[in-house]
């Protein structure tokens, strides 16, 4: 892990290409660092003044009284390279390069660009940037930058960092959280990352006693590995990480030939590992405040069984189609729980469901609503409740406030108040914050909390008691190469893939002797390391009941491929007997440029691209993982037994995904994706592969 000190904790700052006029990009930064008075000496550089801002300007870097631990660099793009070499020779710890026109500006600027990183290697110097709006360090009140609101969190906790790549998105951000009230320590923006990035700085919060919560906006992620590792650490220090991806309708290219490799989006890719990995995704500046305040109690939710308790009925509406929506349970209470409830309850009430909806009722018991939150937080089987108050003017808004922070600081179990009402609430809303809540604006809003906070808790769980990623793995020895589909399956069935049984043949005899074998009814399928799809050009043949027919359908085959892919060298025609299929899956692995080996596991045959029902994970997986991948597909009630179907062998599914994933780390960088499509999911339940197909770069 880098020591990011000197860059974000410096008592002495030199801002190179400083200028008297304050109001001007060049002068801000110095403006800025004496209107917050923080405690560090600032040196302006700039051979054109002798002053700014009343401070000695030194006309170099060399003349100042000290080396600095941070230059801030704001020079003409062409004059960066020669400032940042002299800040090294001087002994500067660290530079922050504020000027833009490199990599964001073509293959020039990206050269430009790399002269700087390797000036910074050369002087083991940090360098944050270019096109960077700097760092912002809400605990000193020190702004390295040329924006500053001025602002300081109402605590000096520390207690959140914010991340982002762009700088507006960070000042923006920051502002809003200081707006909600939040602890904000830091606000860094790593602009065009030539040497910092933003998994540098996840990773230096992990030690950061401080630093409870980090929030990130990003477009694109650099080096897999070390975000994962970085997102990894901070999931397993209890640090919830909330992120937010730029760019998510960009997909990034993908084989033609390769089903896996067409699913597996860039964005679809990046949601499935953050998710995997415990990293909290919103979709909107908007999520991060809210997110962000209730993370930092400290009690992710364990599971996604909830209550939902108000004295409205239209909140109780809402609660439960948000639930259902989101795939969250609302569990009944136990008979216990509704005869604590029921005194509470109305005349005409019909018992204490789940959501409850009080109605007016509630305000004939002075502490109705928190009374039965506790009632509810006790119950075994809810791991978080949401509770609201249609309007909360007044004393006893005000009182329930106090309640519910009493409350919160005995249970470990989390919840989450909400407020209907607007600027009338605002007092019990402020009162609630005060106390270290987070109270949401509607009841849809603290569902979805629940449910995006759960997946932090579940990770954790799950890596905590995870079997070991590393295990030897049990793959035979020797290299993936360019395969046919013959050799392809049996490669597969070497590490555990359950396939189709099948022969490989390569006269019509042959073909015969093999379906004779095998039993009708039997397909015939060319069998070539040239032909990726073969219905396309006639190379399959199905439901084939005699020996005629298997003769038929061995010519048939060989002089359509001949005829329509004469490049194409046939290896044999591939026999095997035809399954009762109730529905078909895909499985595979994409090779992604950013994670490295990809799992895929979703809805196969003619739906595979038409629906897009696929579940993404990133290698190595275990079976934890695999029931998760499961429960993500929209045909998840296929797979479980839907209309009158048997249910699917998942113990089989987690054997043929988790040897995929044993095959991808053990062959990485041999080959550039496998797809196995379709899966058969037959009538009686059971899972095998009918083809298969391992694509390389030279197969392309």
């Known amino acids: 892990m880098r020591d990011l000190t000197p860059l974000l904790r410096p008592r002495t700052v030199a801002v190179i290409g400083a200028s008297s006029n304050l109001s001007s990009l060049s002068g801000r930064p110095v403006k800025n660092l004496l209107a917050s008075g923080a405690d560090v000496e600032i040196y302006p550089v700039n ?35 020669e400032t940042l070499e002299a800040a090294g020779k001087r002994g500067t710890r660290a530079a922050i390069v504020i000027t833009a026109g490199f990599a964001e500006m073509g293959e020039d600027g990206v050269e430009q660009q ?47 960092a914010v991340v982002t790549q762009s700088g507006s998105g960070m000042a923006a951000l920051c502002d809003r959280l200081n707006d909600d009230g939040l602890p904000l320590g830091y606000g860094i923006a790593t602009g065009n990352e030539a040497d910092v990035s933003v998994a540098d ?124 929506e989101l795939g969250l349970e609302m569990p009944e209470f136990s008979d216990a729980a509704q005869e604590q409830i029921a005194p509470y309850l109305p005349a005409f009430s019909q018992g204490a469901t789940n959501p409850l909806d009080l109605t007016a009722q509630a305000m004939e018991h002075r502490n109705a609503l928190s009374d039965i ?25 005000l009182e329930t406030a106090d309640r519910f922070a009493e409350i919160a600081s005995r249970t470990d179990k989390p919840f989450f108040p909400f407020l209907l009402t607007g600027e009338e609430a605002s007092e019990a809303r402020e009162r609630q914050r005060g106390h270290g809540l ?25 890596f905590a008691s995870a079997e070991s990623a590393s295990a030897p793995s049990q793959c035979e020895d020797g290299q993936l190469t360019a395969m046919s589909e013959s050799e392809a399956l049996e490669r597969l069935a070497s590490h555990g893939v359950p396939v189709v049984p099948h022969t490989r043949v390569s006269t019509s005899d042959g073909a015969i002797a093999a379906a004779e074998r095998l039993g009708y009814p039997v397909v015939l399928k ?68 950013t994670f490295g080996p990809i799992i895929a596991f979703g809805l196969g045959g003619i739906w595979t691209e038409v629906l897009n029902d696929v579940a993404l994970r990133s290698a190595p997986i275990t079976q934890a993982d695999v029931a ?9 009630a296929l797979l479980k037994g839907a209309r009158g179907m048997p249910p699917a062998d998942m113990g089989a599914i987690a054997e043929l995904l ?15 994706s496998i797809d196995i499509n379709p899966i058969a999911v037959t009538r009686d339940g059971s899972i095998m592969a009918l083809d298969a197909a391992i694509f390389t770069t030279g197969l392309r």
């Open 526 to 593: 060319v069998d070539s390391r040239q032909i990726a799809h073969k219905t396309e050009i006639g190379g399959v043949v199905l439901g084939i009941h005699d020996a005629a027919g298997v003769a038929t359908a061995f010519e048939k085959i060989r002089a359509s491929v001949s005829e329509k892919c004469p490049e194409a060298t046939i290896d044999g025609i591939i026999v095997a007997p035809m399954q009762d299929v109730a529905f078909e899956m895909i499985a595979g692995v994409h090779i992604d440029e």
């Open 658 to 672: 988790t040897a995929l994933s044993r095959i991808a780390v053990a062959h990485a960088g041999e080959f550039d």
């Open 373 to 397: 939150l506790e009632i509810a937080l006790r119950e075994p089987d809810i791991d978080a409740v949401i509770v609201g108050t249609p309007s909360s003017t007044g004393p006893k808004g």
């Open 114 to 160: 790399r002269e700087l990183a390797k000036i910074a290697r050369v002087h083991d110097m940090l360098l944050l940037g270019p096109n960077t709006i700097g760092t912002h360090d809400y605990r000193r009140g020190l702004p390295l930058s040329f924006v500053w609101f001025d602002r300081r969190p109402p605590s000096d906790a520390g207690s959140v």
């Open 201 to 324: 700085l996840l990773e230096h919060f992990v030690d950061d006693d401080d630093v409870k919560v980090v929030a990130t906006v990003f477009e694109g992620i650099k080096d897999g590995a070390a975000f994962l590792r970085a997102v990894s650490r901070l999931r397993d220090a209890g640090k919830p990480v909330i992120a937010l991806k730029l760019g998510r309708t960009a997909h990034g290219s993908a084989a033609a030939a390769s089903h896996t490799g067409s699913l597996a989006g860039e964005y679809p890719t990046i949601s499935a590992v953050l998710g995997q990995h415990g990293v909290i995704e919103v979709d909107d500046l908007d999520d991060f405040g809210p997110l962000i305040g209730t993370a930092l109690s400290g009690k992710p939710p364990e599971g996604t069984r909830i209550a939902a308790i108000s004295s409205s009925g239209m909140a109780a509406v809402i609660s439960a189609d948000r639930a259902t």
């Open 628 to 636: 998760e991948m499961v429960e993500d597909l929209r045909a998840k």
């Open 438 to 462: 987070v109270p949401f604006s509607s009841p849809g809003r603290a569902v979805e909390a629940v449910e995006r906070l759960s997946r932090f808790g579940l990770a954790r769980r799950r």
């Open 47 to 81: 051979p054109r003044r002798e002053e700014v801002a009343g401070l000695r300007c030194y006309p170099d870097i060399a003349s100042v009284p000290a080396a600095p631990d941070v230059a801030l660099i704001l020079t003409p793009a062409a004059a960066v390279a």
